[in-house]
């Protein structure tokens, strides 16, 4: 059968992956200016071959019935940290079906297609936990557009206990977060140096240069369920002290609350307040006003430390999950920036990009854009931190993917600007793929400027194809994520858009928010 050959279903019609890219008129492949692959092979060592396990996680909820709810490892996302304990039923089923989509498809395609040679973990995000393969489809067609040479192999399961390495000639997995599943599979690093070194205490503690900050650590845990009153006793096993608890552990939880909330609020204003693990929007809070203080301990009271502090554990104690940074507010920056870079074996650092990040009201972020015609100059800006950095990192022995995130302050006499690190994020990041596309934009079609969002629209893949036809056949938009669901007729996808200057990327990018219902910008 050609590679191209159309195939028809009862419900609709659609392409084989091998041949997506050519059956909707698309320009020709993309070619990376180098992979994950590369980078990772470029040294030998005894980890063997490597397979990227790329997906998110969730502290909050279950993704599926196959990828449980992380407990160990603790992360706070916005769903942790604003989801109110009434949710309906039906609500949760919704907010757990689009973050499944979103962690488990969009995501890992984004990033896996940096990936090149190496094997990506593809995990299926239906709810019932079986196989339907639809991920798979999906994430081929993304790949499609990438030149065969770099174009990742994906593998489909339906969680990560199913996992199979050796019939699959894994020998060992990148994993992106620390996934409480994983443990026991060989792994690149192991999961407890990995949360380790993308915690906001080892930041704060590293010597790095990064705003000055103080600990609110958790000195004890909560006594155990069946030491506590006949409700605990009912709920063992559920993951947050009962409201209405009587006994030990509720008294435990709102004194400890209390003592958090109230050193919180005599904090001279602004401040930033940060969890240990955070990404997607939440557990990082600025603080500018009695207003936003306000907000922030009655978030704190009634959400994020319920869950957080009923969440430590003898398992995971030593990890100090529940440890707060409360950090100075860089109070004069005159640069906001991305930096994304390569460690390796040796501790040698390749620079791939520095981009500049967009952010939403909450300060969350929401993208990226970057000029490629600056990126000679920004690199010879960034190696000296770069380099710390990494230095930092292979101390513990890592290599891999790095971003930071770093605030440029403005100088005193002298008037040279000061870099402070405000995030770490040790593995692949969001604005990963701008960095690998300046020969596809920059140097081929004279698109100097690029960003990456994401997008929620009412469209097929193929449909938002159709609309946007010219810009897709000229080159200057690429889909690196996508997942239709059919049972809402949402698509949910992540975009990387050129243009020739500043002035064009904002037109193009005005046409995509016209079509969607959601840019997250």
Not at 60 to 86: G, Q
Not at 123 to 145: I, L, R, Y
Not at 308 to 314: A, E, F, H, I, K
Request: charged share 20%; with cysteine; hydrophobic share 40%.
């Amino acid at each position: 059968m050609p590679h191209n050959t159309r195939l028809s279903g009862k419900a609709n019609t659609w392409w084989l992956a091998a041949g997506f890219a050519e059956a909707f008129c698309l320009p020709s492949l993309v070619i990376l200016d180098t992979t994950l692959g590369e980078l990772y092979g470029q040294e030998d060592g005894p980890e063997g071959r490597i397979a990227l396990a790329l997906s998110a996680t969730s502290s909050e909820i279950a993704l599926s019935s196959k990828f449980a709810r992380n407990s160990k490892f603790l992360y706070v996302d916005s769903l942790f940290s604003s989801t109110p304990p009434d949710y309906s039923r039906d609500d949760r089923a919704k907010l757990q079906r689009t973050l499944a989509i979103r962690y488990l498809s969009v995501v890992p395609q984004r990033d896996a297609f940096c990936a090149g040679c190496l094997p990506v973990i593809i995990f299926d995000p239906d709810s019932s936990g079986q196989d339907t393969g639809h991920a798979k489809v999906e994430a081929k067609k993304t790949m499609s557009n990438l030149i065969a040479d770099q174009r990742p192999k994906t593998l489909d399961f339906a969680g990560p206990e199913e996992i199979l390495m050796e019939v699959n000639g894994i020998d060992s997995l990148a994993a992106r977060f620390a996934l409480d599943q994983l443990d026991g599979l060989p792994l690149v690093i192991d999961l407890d140096t990995l949360y380790f070194l993308n915690s906001k205490q080892a930041l704060s503690e590293s010597g790095l240069p990064s705003p000055k900050s103080v600990l609110l650590e958790l000195n004890d845990i909560s006594p155990t369920a069946k030491d506590c009153c006949s409700l605990c006793m009912s709920k063992v096993g559920e993951s947050v002290i009962p409201q209405d608890c009587t006994g030990v552990r509720g008294r435990w939880l709102r004194h400890r609350i209390r003592d958090i909330v109230d050193h919180v609020s005599t904090q001279p204003i602004p401040f930033v307040l940060k969890n240990q693990q955070s990404f997607g929007g939440g557990g990082t809070f600025m603080v500018s006003s009695r207003a936003d203080l306000s907000n922030l301990t009655t978030m704190l009271s009634t959400q994020i430390l319920p869950k957080l502090l009923s969440g430590v554990s003898p398992s995971n104690a030593h990890l100090n999950p529940a440890t707060l940074i409360i950090s100075e507010m860089v109070r004069n920056p005159v640069g906001d920036w991305g930096l994304n870079f390569f460690v390796q074996r040796s501790g040698r650092c390749i620079f791939l990009s520095a981009t500049q990040p967009i952010a939403d009201p909450r300060k969350a972020w929401i993208g990226s854009n970057i000029s490629y015609l600056a990126q000679d100059k920004l690199r010879q800006k960034f190696t000296p931190i770069m380099l710390e950095i990494g230095a930092w990192l292979h101390s513990y022995g890592y290599f891999g993917p790095c971003g930071a995130d770093i605030l440029e302050e403005a100088g005193d006499k002298d008037r040279r600007t000061k870099m402070k690190i405000v995030d770490l994020n040790v593995r692949t990041t969001g604005s990963l793929t701008l960095g690998l596309l300046k020969g596809h934009f920059s140097e081929h079609r004279g698109l100097h400027h690029a960003t990456c969002f994401s997008i929620t629209v009412d469209k097929t893949r193929e449909k938002f194809i159709e609309t946007f036809a010219a810009e897709f056949t000229e080159g200057k938009m690429l889909i690196v994520g996508w997942f239709d669901d059919a049972a809402s007729g949402t698509g949910y996808g992540f975009l990387v858009v050129g243009a020739s200057d500043e002035y064009g990327l904002g037109e193009i990018s005005a046409k995509v928010k016209e079509s969607a219902s959601v840019v997250r910008f």
